[in-house]
């Protein structure tokens, strides 16, 4: 068997950079096994993992290179089985923009 390394990009905030820290790089491999296990789509605008007792909040987007680009923040235990896909949000809010008068 061989491996091949998919190109993606990681960008925490400032408090999970500062929680993680060595960790960060495994709780990316972690939110991108999160991702493919639902076989939704890529593009995610909120999901989250519990990663030693602490929730983190993920969104992905594929950048103009063709990466995947992970978004970390610190998570909110109430929507810990929340997913949000990126194509959802965009359709909300067109949806909400016709629905609304001059």
């Known amino acids: 068997m061989n491996r091949a390394y ?16 060595r960790d960060l790089a495994k709780v990316g491999v972690l939110a991108l096994r999160a ?24 969104s992905s987007r594929i950048g103009s290179r063709g990466d995947l680009i992970l978004e970390f923040d610190i998570g909110d235990p109430r929507l ?7 194509e959802d949000l965009r359709r909300a809010n067109r949806n909400g923009a016709r629905g609304r008068g001059p």
Do not use: M, T, W
């Open 35 to 58: 991702i493919l296990q639902h076989r939704k789509g890529l593009e995610v605008a909120h999901q989250q993992i519990r990663y030693r007792r602490h929730d983190l909040a993920f």
């Open 80 to 86: 810990a089985h929340r997913l949000v896909l990126e």
């Open 6 to 21: 998919f190109p993606f990009l990681l960008i925490p905030s400032h408090a999970v950079r500062n929680l993680l820290r």
